[in-house]
């Protein structure tokens, strides 16, 4: 009897639930063109390419995206940090209007933490007469939104879609994101997400599962840095060094002693949180947080201000704090005891990539916050080679990843110079560069395939010997400049 209770019930449960969700989508589908409103708001958008020339980490290629005008006065266009390849690599950027013209685009700013990237074109000719409306409110399940970008690749491609849950967190370190049913493919990274209803933006299209999922970081990220740039200040990015995610209160009650009345009372505060809490889920290595709160720390309130499931709320707060240099007081649980820890929040933009130095095919860097994560690096070596030209000379005696032409691995000496930032390896390259051969000690924080096939992690210290040829050039190095926003190059190694 109980296997046909069960499909009886299984056939119940799932009548219920697509009648259900017949309800909602009925209530909430929009006509996928509206001449007008697709008439209205395709001049806004645009479509954006680059081709880097020299990338701290990650691929040297051209690559594709999509952005949207929202300063026509000043040039402004929002876009994500992925589509610039953020300040991390040195590169062009052309971007397609909707009339077809082509202009070039200079990186203003590109976020370390929250995926989004402003950039400025010469839009004198652009036919807009108002700059688009944002809402900063809190959105609700089921908003209709409608997406216009460069989906496949192809230019103004549409999609409408249905906010499915307005409170994830998604990225490397990471932001609040809200998740939208749609199917967005390559290319249509940084397209604007519409309020249908409000006649607003309320989001940045930053990923997605290339299915039936995309996720938008909230507008509000991307407004905040508008307004320093509006005032000809550089936009800041404070943080404490903990990096959330959520919990299910379940989970948090079950594993970390989470008092049951707060849980019921969050729950009910909190109905569009699907019952999950912020909870630490890692802390950067030599960060603020460091030493003062935990991971499994399920945080609860900033300075008195209840955070609910927003992460933004979060990362707002934080940072407002550390731009009036005050100290942050959050409220956490950690198992079963309710506390209140005290951080003073640090500049990520101070740990952005803004020199690089190439030399022997290779390209070296001090790790920013991005790295530090992937790695845990800690200590005093800061300095990385994730990338290696084929051909060179580092390239067949590093770690690199299998099939790539990348590793992730920190220098601590070049021959007998130990090295703990730039300045280190610029000093000690005219000594290379005279004989061409010499050993390079390092920790490798990727991995390695060894001959039995198995995946190899190690930290410990390796030594390999280096030859470079003559075929690898001289050594370059890069500088970015914060007035003209330009990277900036340099021979090194002749004196």
Known sequence: MQPIFSKIRLVKLSFSSLFFAFIIFSNNLYPSADPKLLARLQPYVVSIKSRSIVAAYGDVSPSAGTGFIVD???GYIFSNAHVAASHKV????????????????KLIYSDPSA???IFQGDLQNVDIKHDLKFSRGEVQVGTNVLIIGKNENRHFSTQTGV???PNEIEGSLPQHAMRISLNMQGGGSGSMVYDIASEKVIGIIFASNMSTSAFAIPIAYGLDMLMALQKNKEPKRFATGAILGYSSISDLSKYYDFPDNTADAYVKKYPQSFHRALKVVTILPGSPAEGVLEV???VLEVNGKELGPDLYKFDKIINDLGEENKEAEIKIIRYGKELKVKIIPYNMNDRQVKRMIVFGGATFFEADDVMIRRSGLS?????LITNARLGSGFIEKLPMFPGSNHALICVEKLGSHDIFTLDDVAKAIPQLMKTGNFTIAFRNYGIKIGYDDKIIFNQGRLLEEITIFDQDGQADEFCFNKQTHEWTSTHCGNN
């Open 115 to 117: 995926d989004i990237a």
């Open 163 to 165: 906010v499915a849950n």
């Open 296 to 298: 499994g720390d399920c």
């Open 90 to 105: 040195i590169a062009q950027y052309l971007a397609t209007l909707s009339t077809g013209k082509e202009i070039s685009l």
């Open 379 to 383: 200590g005093k070596n800061r300095v």
């Open 72 to 74: 026509v006065k000043n």
